[in-house]
């Protein structure tokens, strides 16, 4: 079977660091990708790990351990346009994206 | 990046009618498109994978006979929902990965989506 495990919501303030932690468990491996989605609209891309460590984009980083089935979002300087849903998301074998469930983020100012 | 346009972004219709919505690759060739459905505050949920020239491929418990999906092109798939339902009314995703664009095929792209309200 395929799982992935995300909170289901985190609140921070404008300015501060949030971490977004996924674990996964699913029917074979290549990477795991993050997407941010804002209410009403389609989910776009953030990022994507297929080897081990941290990818650093502008504010945004991502780490994956794959030895743990782990990873993590990271936002950093948040603002209040950042409020959103945040999915991980693991491509398998057959090459279709399995989401999580989703972390909904709210930032207050 | 590449870009995926789905049509119509909205649409309404009375319980029983039938629905098709329109997923095109702008500016890049798609062999393989996914559909997805997203009920309010859940996740996206694969209903199906579409080839371009041969069968969808269903998950488990999706209808393939309530939803068609045909891929006629490699930048053109659609899904049909016939005979809507009130309980089919959703948001319906569909996507395309670029293989070969500057992530290699590691990134999917995203149509718009489609809210689908049976009345």
């Known amino acids: 079977g395929q799982s992935l495990e995300q909170p289901s919501e985190v609140t921070a303030v404008e300015g501060a660091i949030v971490q977004i932690n996924c674990t996964y468990q699913?029917?074979?491996?290549?990477?795991l990708s993050w997407y941010q989605q804002h209410d009403g609209g389609a989910p776009t891309f953030l990022s994507y790990?297929?080897?081990?460590g941290l990818e650093e984009t502008g504010r945004f980083s991502s780490f994956l351990s794959r030895s743990d089935s782990y990873g993590y979002l990271l936002l950093q300087e948040l603002q209040m346009k950042d409020s959103a849903s945040y999915f991980c998301?693991?491509?398998?074998?057959?090459?279709?994206?399995?989401f999580g469930p989703g972390t909904r983020l709210s930032v207050l100012p | 990046g590449a870009v995926v346009s789905q049509h119509p972004s909205w649409v309404i219709c009375k319980s029983g009618t039938s629905v098709k919505i329109e997923c095109r690759s702008l500016?890049?060739?798609?062999?393989?498109m996914f559909w997805y459905r997203q009920f309010p505050k859940q996740s996206l949920m694969l209903m199906a994978t579409?080839?371009?020239?041969?069968?969808?491929?269903?998950e488990q418990g999706v209808e393939k006979d309530k939803f068609l999906i045909n891929h006629a092109s490699l930048t053109l798939s659609t899904l049909t929902v016939t005979s809507a339902h009130p309980e089919d009314s959703s948001f319906y995703i569909c996507?395309?990965?670029?293989?070969?664009?500057?992530?290699?095929?590691?990134?999917?792209?995203f149509g718009q989506g489609t809210r689908l309200t049976v009345v």
């Open positions: 996507s395309a990965r670029h293989l070969g664009g500057n992530r290699g095929d590691t990134e999917a792209f």
């Open positions: 699913t029917s074979g491996f290549y990477g």
């Open positions: 790990n297929a080897l081990d």
């Open positions: 998301a693991v491509l398998t074998y057959g090459q279709n994206f399995v």
């Open positions: 500016d890049f060739q798609a062999t393989t």
């Open positions: 579409s080839n371009e020239g041969s069968k969808a491929t269903y």
